[in-house]
């Protein structure tokens, strides 16, 4: 029974870092291939000469959300995070430029490049709305490390990692949607890419919820 519950306990840890990763599988390999479109002078079209008129944002963003999403899984580890603290904060001192970077970027191709029909309207509502809350996020974590308040640290961290997964989260409503019902119209395409920011951000503060409770100080007598 001891046995059992000491090697359950360290593989229930690395579950969630696990799905995170999975998560973010689909927009990193949809990433590298854009990456690889444009350091290999791909043909130019209408889908994508937007990239090629600008490219170092393009491929800013690719590479930091990339980071910021694949090196960021592993912060969730809470035995990482007690044994092997220095790594926790190092890996920090790479995510929080890279989730930075990341918002940065997607907000400026979001204001300068000239968007496909189908990326007004609405999207661009949403793409400024999530990335100005992970900036937001980000910067409000990192001050709150500096006067070393760990709660809310990890509080705005999880909002604004939550933010930056919306891409992998997008993927599975789009999913999802074509599975169940077809091809989704433009208004639904909008929603649904909508869809992927708020489920996160909703589970993110559930997960702080729940944590702020099991940090509550049991009452006196029980």
Same mark, same amino acid.
């Given at each position: 029974?001891?046995?059992?519950?000491?090697?359950? !306990? @360290? /593989?229930?840890?690395?579950?969630? %870092?696990?799905?995170?990763?999975?998560?973010?599988? $689909?927009? +990193?390999? *949809? &990433?590298?291939?854009?990456?690889?479109?444009?350091?290999?002078?791909?043909?130019?079209?209408?889908?994508?000469?937007?990239?090629?008129?600008?490219?170092?944002?393009?491929?800013?963003?690719?590479?930091?959300?990339?980071?910021?999403?694949?090196?960021?899984?592993?912060?969730? !580890? @809470? /035995?990482?995070?007690?044994?092997? %603290?220095?790594?926790?904060?190092?890996?920090?001192? $790479?995510? +929080?430029? *890279? &989730?930075?970077?990341?918002?940065?970027?997607?907000?400026?191709?979001?204001?300068?490049?000239?968007?496909?029909?189908?990326?007004?309207?609405?999207?661009?509502?949403?793409?400024?709305?999530?990335?100005?809350?992970?900036?937001?996020?980000?910067?409000?974590?990192?001050?709150?490390?500096? /006067?070393?308040?760990?709660?809310?640290?990890?509080?705005?961290?999880?909002?604004?990692?939550?933010?930056?997964?919306?891409?992998?989260?997008?993927?599975?409503?789009?999913?999802?949607?074509?599975?169940?019902?077809?091809?989704?119209?433009?208004?639904?395409?909008?929603?649904?890419?909508?869809?992927?920011?708020?489920?996160?951000?909703?589970?993110?503060?559930?997960?702080?919820?729940?944590?702020?409770?099991? /940090?509550?100080?049991?009452?006196?007598?029980?």
């Amino acid at each position: 029974m001891t046995y059992q519950s000491t090697t359950r !306990a @360290p /593989r229930a840890g690395w579950l969630l %870092p696990t799905g995170l990763i999975v998560l973010s599988v $689909i927009p +990193v390999l *949809a &990433g590298a291939i854009r990456v690889t479109e444009l350091t290999a002078g791909a043909e130019i079209t209408p889908a994508n000469e937007r990239f090629f008129a600008a490219p170092v944002p393009v491929v800013l963003h690719i590479v930091s959300a990339s980071a910021f999403s694949v090196l960021g899984a592993f912060q969730f !580890a @809470p /035995r990482l995070r007690r044994r092997r %603290p220095g790594l926790h904060r190092a890996a920090g001192r $790479i995510l +929080v430029p *890279a &989730g930075l970077l990341a918002a940065l970027s997607g907000l400026w191709m979001t204001l300068f490049h000239t968007l496909p029909v189908g990326d007004e309207g609405l999207l661009t509502v949403f793409r400024l709305g999530f990335g100005t809350a992970m900036v937001v996020s980000l910067a409000l974590g990192l001050a709150a490390i500096r /006067r070393r308040d760990i709660a809310r640290h990890r509080a705005w961290m999880t909002r604004g990692y939550a933010i930056g997964m919306g891409a992998g989260m997008q993927a599975v409503t789009h999913a999802l949607w074509l599975a169940a019902v077809g091809t989704p119209g433009q208004l639904t395409r909008q929603l649904l890419l909508g869809a992927g920011w708020a489920i996160n951000l909703a589970v993110a503060e559930w997960a702080i919820r729940r944590s702020r409770r099991g /940090r509550r100080p049991a009452p006196v007598g029980a």
